[in-house]
């Protein structure tokens, strides 16, 4: 058994005691990690959600990545060439957007809910930084969310949450390779006749490690160096190679 | 198997970005042409983000540039002095052409500005060179002749004259530095050391002996990439030092074998598959200027991505 089974074992353990003790508590999870790390063997991530709930309900789990600003720009025929015209910004975007739930969503929550909480690809909460007008903004808004879930960093599908009996849930997540790094929130809530009744949030921690990490930091903190660096390296690469082959 | 590049944020195949580096040193080898004209368009091709594309590739030119300088060197073949003017013009260039990338990334066109020029400086000289093969295989007629040393032209005779006794020059220094200005902007914006612009103004422009023009452009190159790989680095941050190694290790290794297979292909052929080259990457450029994109609508992270 490996340590990460082991750790999930444990994981289940606890939650069931916890939720077995703590009467008040509705709703406990955690994932099997809290910290995805970059390196450069990086083809993606997957990780486990373990849950508990002592009510019956449906359970419902919210992805999102650091919010950031994005531009969304078309482009538009001038003179016969295709150039970039208008953009938009939206900000606060998440830069990663999943969600998992144990039956479908139009089954187990009213549009209201769905709205205030941002559950599913077509109610991400996107604020533009300046008033767009209509038709405008719905374009601009379904080409952010079309391109991203292009690149897999938005996800229009919805990802299974299996019961294992009556109250533990399990929900498999997967992140691609070009997953954004900082701070994530995992939102997990349980709902009961279309309505949130419990949400728990934990944290994941998505960041570049080891080599990788060395080479992103030095080309950001100490760019002089690292731009010397990379002048030095080139010159002796491009000299070596002279004097190797000057003798084949 | 995938490599991370830590810039550029995403994996890549490095047998891919390997096999691609070995293929443009090759060509670039056997046609005695710098590749990145190729190169650029073809890290575009794998995903990798326009900037760091440009950046990353100014890097490689670096390396390319020494081993290319190296050989010619030892034939002498390389007028320093000269080569120092053009440097002069070509870092005000770089320096200047680094600016007008940020601010045009900024403003959102810089992709179209490398398209455009691109498109303007290949077809341009594609179509020289195709007249320049026409008349030789098809008319069957010599390449032009130099009838004296070199001629006089009015661009000569521009304030600041100046003895370049190894190419046995007496010429404005303007000329040559603004040349070079001309180079170094071309490697900041398209990241290519522009040698099919540089080698035939430096013929025809300044009427230099053609024995020396490969070897001194290629010495100015060594500057000007390296001055716009350094100012990238401090400015843009995009260059990915991961993904020039792999380049270099390809790129060398290409150039190498495709400069031994080069006294196998008879230089009319080699010219014509050059202009060849040059022409169908701008028509490709072209046609994806005027024809309407797939999708209308990109979406930009702060990164610049």
Same mark, same amino acid.
Do not use: C
């Given at each position: 058994?490996?340590?990460?089974?082991?750790?999930?074992?444990?994981?289940?353990?606890?939650?069931?005691?916890?939720?077995?003790?703590?009467?008040a508590?509705?709703?406990?999870?955690?994932?099997?990690?809290?910290?995805?790390?970059?390196?450069?063997?990086?083809?993606?991530?997957?990780?486990?959600?373990?849950?508990?709930? =002592?009510?019956?309900?449906?359970?419902?789990?919210?992805?999102?990545?650091?919010?950031? =600003?994005?531009?969304?720009?078309?482009?538009?025929?001038?003179?016969?060439?295709?150039?970039?015209?208008?953009?938009?910004?939206?900000?606060?975007?998440?830069?990663?957007?999943?969600?998992?739930?144990?039956?479908?969503?139009?089954?187990?929550?009213?549009? !209201?809910?769905?709205?205030?909480?941002?559950?599913?690809?077509?109610?991400?909460?996107?604020?533009?930084?300046?008033?767009?007008?209509?038709?405008?903004?719905t374009?601009?808004?379904?080409?952010?969310?079309?391109?991203? !879930?292009?690149?897999?960093?938005?996800?229009?599908?919805?990802?299974?949450?299996?019961?294992?009996?009556?109250?533990?849930?399990?929900? =498999?997540?997967?992140?691609?390779?070009?997953?954004?790094?900082?701070?994530?929130?995992?939102? %997990?809530?349980?709902?009961?006749?279309? =309505?949130?009744?419990?949400?728990?949030?934990?944290?994941?921690?998505?960041?570049?490690?080891?080599?990788?990490?060395?080479?992103? %930091?030095?080309?950001?903190?100490?760019?002089?160096?690292?731009?010397?660096?990379?002048?030095?390296?080139?010159?002796?690469?491009?000299?070596?190679?002279?004097?190797?082959?000057?003798?084949? | &198997?995938?490599?991370?590049?830590?810039?550029?944020? &995403?994996?890549?195949?490095?047998?891919?970005?390997?096999?691609?580096?070995?293929?443009?040193?090759?060509?670039?080898?056997?046609?005695?042409?710098?590749?990145?004209?190729?190169?650029?368009?073809?890290?575009?091709?794998?995903?990798?983000p326009p900037?760091?594309?440009v950046?990353?590739?100014?890097?490689?030119?670096?390396?390319?540039?020494?081993?290319?300088?190296?050989?010619?060197?030892?034939?002498?073949?390389?007028?320093?002095?000269?080569?120092?003017v053009?440097?002069?013009?070509?870092?005000?260039?770089?320096?200047?052409?680094?600016?007008?990338?940020?601010?045009?990334?900024?403003?959102?066109? +810089?992709?179209?500005?490398?398209? @455009?020029?691109?498109v303007?400086?290949?077809?341009?000289?594609?179509?020289?060179?195709? +007249?320049?093969?026409?008349?030789?295989?098809?008319?069957?007629?010599?390449?032009?002749?130099?009838?004296?040393?070199?001629?006089?032209?009015?661009l000569?005779?521009?304030?600041?004259? &100046?003895?370049?006794?190894?190419?046995?020059?007496?010429?404005?220094?303007?000329?040559?530095?603004?040349?070079?200005?001309?180079?170094?902007?071309?490697?900041? +914006?398209?990241?290519?050391?522009?040698?099919?612009?540089?080698?035939?103004?430096?013929?025809? @422009?300044?009427?230099?002996?053609?024995?020396?023009?490969?070897?001194?452009?290629?010495?100015?190159?060594i500057?000007?990439?390296?001055?716009?790989?350094?100012?990238?680095?401090?400015?843009?941050?995009?260059?990915?030092?991961?993904?020039?190694?792999?380049?270099?290790?390809?790129?060398?290794?290409?150039?190498q074998?495709?400069?031994?297979?080069?006294?196998?292909?008879?230089?009319?052929?080699?010219?014509?598959?050059?202009?060849?080259?040059v022409? +169908?990457?701008?028509?490709? @450029?072209?046609?994806?200027?005027?024809? &309407?994109?797939?999708?209308?609508?990109?979406?930009?992270?702060?990164?610049?991505?």
């Amino acid at each position: 058994m490996n340590s990460r089974a082991v750790r999930l074992v444990v994981l289940i353990l606890a939650l069931a005691t916890v939720a077995g003790r703590v009467g008040a508590q509705t709703l406990t999870a955690d994932l099997s990690s809290h910290v995805i790390g970059i390196t450069t063997g990086f083809v993606g991530a997957d990780l486990v959600l373990f849950g508990t709930t =002592d009510r019956p309900g449906d359970i419902i789990v919210i992805v999102r990545g650091p919010p950031t =600003d994005l531009t969304v720009r078309r482009k538009e025929k001038i003179l016969g060439v295709w150039i970039n015209g208008s953009s938009a910004v939206f900000h606060d975007a998440p830069s990663f957007y999943a969600v998992a739930a144990s039956h479908p969503l139009v089954d187990i929550a009213s549009q !209201e809910s769905m709205n205030r909480y941002g559950i599913g690809l077509e109610n991400v909460k996107l604020q533009p930084s300046r008033p767009i007008p209509e038709p405008r903004l719905t374009e601009f808004r379904a080409a952010l969310l079309s391109n991203q !879930e292009k690149i897999d960093l938005y996800r229009r599908g919805v990802a299974p949450v299996t019961f294992l009996g009556e109250h533990l849930f399990r929900a =498999d997540m997967s992140f691609p390779a070009n997953v954004p790094t900082g701070s994530y929130s995992v939102e %997990v809530v349980l709902m009961s006749g279309g =309505d949130v009744v419990s949400a728990q949030t934990t944290p994941l921690i998505v960041s570049r490690i080891g080599f990788s990490n060395g080479v992103f %930091v030095v080309a950001h903190r100490h760019a002089v160096f690292y731009g010397l660096g990379a002048l030095t390296f080139a010159i002796a690469a491009g000299w070596a190679a002279g004097a190797v082959f000057r003798r084949v | &198997m995938q490599i991370y590049l830590p810039i550029a944020q &995403m994996p890549v195949d490095p047998i891919v970005v390997l096999a691609m580096g070995a293929l443009v040193g090759l060509l670039s080898g056997l046609l005695g042409i710098g590749g990145g004209f190729l190169m650029t368009p073809l890290l575009i091709f794998i995903g990798i983000p326009p900037a760091v594309a440009v950046a990353t590739q100014s890097n490689q030119l670096v390396a390319a540039s020494v081993s290319g300088v190296l050989a010619h060197w030892r034939r002498r073949n390389v007028d320093f002095k000269l080569g120092i003017v053009m440097l002069l013009g070509g870092a005000i260039g770089s320096i200047i052409g680094v600016a007008l990338f940020a601010q045009l990334k900024a403003l959102g066109q +810089i992709d179209l500005v490398i398209s @455009l020029t691109y498109v303007l400086f290949l077809g341009a000289v594609a179509a020289l060179m195709m +007249i320049d093969n026409f008349k030789v295989l098809v008319l069957h007629r010599n390449m032009p002749m130099r009838r004296r040393l070199h001629e006089h032209n009015a661009l000569h005779r521009l304030p600041l004259r &100046m003895r370049f006794p190894r190419s046995r020059l007496y010429i404005s220094a303007l000329l040559p530095l603004m040349i070079g200005f001309v180079g170094g902007l071309m490697v900041a +914006i398209m990241g290519i050391g522009g040698g099919f612009i540089l080698v035939p103004a430096m013929i025809y @422009l300044l009427g230099m002996p053609i024995g020396l023009v490969a070897g001194t452009s290629l010495f100015q190159i060594i500057f000007t990439t390296g001055i716009t790989t350094f100012l990238q680095a401090v400015t843009t941050h995009a260059v990915d030092v991961v993904l020039a190694a792999v380049l270099i290790v390809g790129g060398v290794i290409g150039a190498q074998v495709g400069t031994k297979l080069s006294h196998l292909l008879k230089p009319e052929y080699s010219r014509l598959a050059h202009a060849l080259i040059v022409l +169908i990457v701008a028509l490709k @450029l072209a046609f994806d200027l005027f024809t &309407m994109p797939d999708n209308l609508f990109s979406v930009i992270t702060p990164g610049g991505q």
